[in-house]
């Protein structure tokens, strides 16, 4: 299984970004995908998680300005980022939890830099 994110970019404090990352591949199937960020010297932390059936989950720094959103038919998990602050500067990874041949694996996407600056 392969993830390709994308829509990364320097933006300036309370303006928006969408981050999508597209899952591809053969014979697996999707249970959760999320986004991760990570900044250096720091471990990855949790942004948010959307499962196949729509529920989601957000880390409370996020909570009321970001949505996780996803198309299942794409296979593709969508990050709408709004009122972007300095501390959400971080390389963000979209990540999918899928069953493949009867097993469960974890997958990572390339990361994507998010900058906040004025």
């Known amino acids: 299984v392969q993830l390709q994110a994308s829509g990364g970019g320097l933006v300036q404090p309370g303006g928006s970004l969408r981050l999508s990352c597209a899952a591809s591949?053969?014979?697996?199937?999707?249970?959760?995908m999320g986004w991760y960020r990570q900044v250096p010297g720091k471990q990855r932390d949790l942004v948010a998680t959307?499962?196949?059936?729509?529920?989601?989950n957000y880390a409370d720094s996020v909570k009321g300005r970001f949505t996780i959103s996803r198309d299942n038919a794409k296979n593709t998990v969508y990050l709408q980022m709004n009122s972007l602050k300095f501390e959400d500067t971080a390389v963000y990874y979209c990540?999918?939890?899928?069953?493949?041949?009867?097993?469960?694996?974890?997958?990572w996407g390339q990361g994507t830099l998010v900058t906040v600056s004025s």
């Open positions: 591949g053969s014979s697996f199937s999707v249970i959760v």
């Open positions: 990540n999918v939890r899928a069953i493949r041949y009867n097993l469960e694996y974890s997958y």
């Open positions: 959307i499962t196949s059936a729509g529920s989601t």
